[in-house]
């Protein structure tokens, strides 16, 4: 621990040497006339802007300007932020539309997108983009988006566009409220970056420049707009957002009756400060949520999907990205979801009320505090429990920060209803992280060390880990290390082994040939060693591997991985439910094996795209032969049809149990209008024996006000010997109406 806090002081120390490079600028004036949003530039504002037209390519290289011409304009009035662009085309043809649906992703697709950091803080941001179609999509930035999942496109909030083609090139429009965003009332600069995919060129462009090896959002690399005057507070800001919702549902497993219920509740959103916003939520229902995808899972432990709940959406980096991600202290999808412990399933917790004030208290603090109580489910002896959680950011030198967070989840006693510090069940995590970042994102990494508190007290309830991320044009490589406690079991976080000690480097070096074929290639190995005090040496995976990105932004790679398993507890390597009795290997038993992987993804810009990873070589004491694979179909622009499939052969000598594991999900995405949506969602996965439906009618009517009509339907399906039907049995149904509408106060 003195180590540590020694270069952290060190680390410190080197986020106040390096100073903010220079940025680009432009300036934005206020509009001289009213501002229309029908994707006509027509408007005397407009002709009056500052035109940014100085692009340069991020892929396929970032050394030229770019190929085809980009207008993007700026204004402002009281009330809102407009931008608007031209976006010229050298070549004749249609665009690339994934689809009508809000939200859109995806490297071959045509749009124009803003990122606005108000704050210049090169942490946190707000993005807003929209294809040739009019279709948005809108999403929050954390941590400087320096991977692909620091963009969320999960939030969603009012703003305004409208799209025009044109002969020879495309126009849109954007309207963001002040209200929308997050800023300080008084600043005069904000941080922006201005991009555009252009399927036709095949190329990423941007302002400012932006090194290929980055994220194309990252947010060391924006340039500066400046404000004619001083922004203002913008008037009261409370929205609020009811919901009525109507249930029918039958459980066939426990023959209970079928069930109907109403359902009544609210979230509110207040701006404490343009920049402070808290969060309320009474009853909260979650039904339309986007159900999880499946997955085959043969690992020993458990596995992670991301939090999807608009509530838990804003800041939320303030809270749930702490640690490591096998290592976070707060994990959100811990409240409203609590394990059985008559079954060992996870089943629905209902959340009765909760409060979350999150935002900026300035250029260099942030603040997040949330408390949210869940019910009592007394049918199976789980108590009611409030989750509270606290946290604070202090910016250091350009864009690292150090930042702290407590985390208690608090049984509430059966007695008096009354919530004691002490003397009920408690599970408490209190931790500090350093995040650095120096040299415009060449070096970056974390530190941390969180230390839990409960009444048990069984020891080594901590954990500890260290990142270092060295990113070049052509070089890239990565330290992770960790160290977690036998006793760190956080309750509301998310840490699926604890016990072990973990360093795992890895690394690429990327050649980039002149060629019109391939725009880079070269070799990548990734090793991960855990060893604890108890067992000693217990894993490794050691792999490595070459790929290839073509110029049409197709991937191919192929890996080869040794792993060594020690087994500290019974385990059966294909995961079977508990009831099919498979022999499992046996605790205290090690395994030593390799296999070879292929993976291809092709162009994203054609209509039919796929990608698959086919695996074969050992696997514990038997082999493994196994392809997965993603296959779509667009119909621009009114839908998408994709296949998810999964295939994996085990076969591992008697007398324990091979098997052929399948999960198949088509998809069918239909996008009638900008407003209307039809998703239907088949899964089957053989494993679990499960076949699931989840179909969804969405209208939005208004902005973010949406009907939604939500069927789900779950079976129990199996095959006999001789692949016949064997059995297909209903295990639950519902069906929901939810009603939803946003209220400006």
């Known amino acids: 621990m003195k180590l540590s806090l020694t270069f952290l002081l060190f680390l410190f120390g080197l986020g106040l040497a390096f100073g903010q490079t220079s940025r680009p600028v432009f300036h934005i004036k206020r509009a001289t006339s009213p501002i229309r949003i029908d994707g006509v530039i027509d408007e005397g504002a407009w002709l009056e802007s500052e035109i940014v037209d100085e692009l ?8 030229s300007r770019a190929k085809s011409r980009t207008e993007f304009r700026a204004t402002y009035d009281d009330d809102f ?8 085309d050298n070549v004749k043809g249609g665009y690339v539309i994934s689809s009508l649906r809000r939200d859109f992703r995806g490297p071959g697709l045509d749009g124009l997108s803003v990122i606005l950091d108000p704050f210049q803080d090169v942490t946190n941001g707000f993005f807003f983009g929209v294809s040739p179609a009019g ?7 954390s941590n400087g988006y320096l991977r692909r999942d620091d963009l969320d496109l999960s939030w969603d909030n009012k703003w305004y566009s409208e799209t025009r083609i044109e002969d020879g090139y495309w126009v849109a429009e954007f309207a963001i409220p002040f209200k ?4 300080k009332a008084g ?3 904000w941080n922006v970056k201005l991009y555009r995919q252009d399927s036709k060129e095949n190329e990423r462009v941007m302002w400012p420049l932006t090194p290929r090896f980055f994220e194309p959002g990252n947010l060391n690399y924006t340039g500066e707009m400046v404000w004619e005057e001083e922004l203002v507070k913008p008037g009261p800001n409370i929205s609020i957002i009811p919901y009525a919702a109507a249930r029918m549902s039958k459980d066939y497993l426990l023959a209970t009756p079928g069930n109907k219920s109403a359902d009544f509740g609210a979230d509110a959103k207040i701006a404490i400060t343009p920049s402070m916003n808290l969060d309320l939520t009474v009853n909260p229902d979650f039904s339309q949520v986007e159900v999880d995808k499946q997955v085959t899972n043969l690992d020993r432990f458990e596995l992670f999907f991301p939090e999807r709940r608009q509530f838990f959406l804003e800041n939320a980096d303030l809270f749930s990205s702490f640690g490591h991600i096998y290592a976070r202290p707060f994990f959100s999808r811990r409240i409203g979801i609590t394990r059985d412990p008559t079954t060992g399933q996870n089943i629905q917790n209902k959340i009765s009320f909760g409060a979350r004030l999150s935002g900026n208290l300035n250029k260099y603090w942030r603040l997040g505090v949330l408390n949210m109580q869940t019910a009592e489910i007394k049918e199976s002896k789980i108590p009611s429990f409030n989750h509270t959680v606290g946290t604070v950011q202090r910016r250091i030198g350009t864009n690292s920060n150090i930042r702290a967070i407590f985390v208690n989840r608090q049984m509430f006693g059966n007695d008096t209803l009354g919530f004691k510090l002490g003397g009920y069940q408690y599970n408490r995590v209190a931790g500090v992280d350093y995040n650095y970042s120096f040299k415009n994102n060449r070096w970056t990494g974390n530190l941390f060390y969180h230390k839990q508190f409960t009444e048990e007290n069984p020891g080594k309830e901590f954990a500890h880990g260290y990142s270092l991320i060295y990113s070049t044009r052509n070089l890239n490589f990565n330290w992770y290390h960790q160290i977690i406690g036998q006793g760190y079991n956080p309750a509301d976080g998310y840490v699926p082994r604890s016990g072990y000690k973990r360093v795992s480097p890895s690394g690429a070096y990327f050649f980039y040939p002149k060629s019109k074929v391939i725009n880079s290639h070269g070799p990548i190995w990734d090793l991960a060693i855990i060893w604890d005090d108890v067992y000693g040496y217990t894993d490794h995976e050691l792999m490595g591997g070459y790929a290839v990105t073509f110029q049409s932004q197709a991937i191919l790679q192929l890996n ?3 792993t060594y398993t020690y087994l500290f507890r019974n385990f059966d390597p294909t995961n079977s439910p508990a009831e099919d009795n498979a022999v499992k290997l046996s605790a205290g038993t090690d395994y030593n094996y390799t296999n070879a992987s292929l993976s291809y993804s092709s162009d994203p810009r054609k209509p039919y795209t796929f990608e698959f990873i086919a695996l074969m070589g050992q696997y514990y004491n038997g082999n493994r032969k196994g392809i997965t694979g993603i296959f779509n179909y667009r119909y621009q622009p009114y839908g998408v049809f994709s296949l998810d499939l999964s295939v994996n052969r085990i076969q591992l ?7 052929n594991i399948y999960l198949a999900g088509p998809r069918f995405d239909l996008t009638l209008t900008r407003s209307v949506f039809f998703t239907t969602y088949f899964q089957y996965n ?11 009618f969405q209208w939005r009517f208004k902005p973010v006000s949406d009907l939604f009509i939500v069927y789900t339907d779950n079976y129990y399906y199996t095959f006999d010997d001789n692949r016949m039907y064997s059995n297909f049995t209903p295990k639950n149904r519902a069906l929901v109406v939810k009603l939803t509408y946003w209220l400006n106060m």
Do not use: C
Not at 180 to 183: A, I
Not at 686 to 696: D, P
């Open 135 to 141: 279709v948005q999509r809108e999403g929050l930035i």
């Open 56 to 63: 340069w390519q991020q892929f396929p290289s970032d050394t």
């Open 187 to 189: 600043s005069k600069r």
């Open 560 to 562: 080869l991985k040794n």
């Open 686 to 696: 053989s494993q679990y024996k499960n076949v699931n439906i989840n179909s969804r």
């Open 81 to 88: 932020l407009y931008f608007s662009a031209i976006a010229y």
């Open 653 to 659: 000598p008697d007398p324990y149990t091979s098997a």
């Open 180 to 183: 929308t965003l997050r800023f």
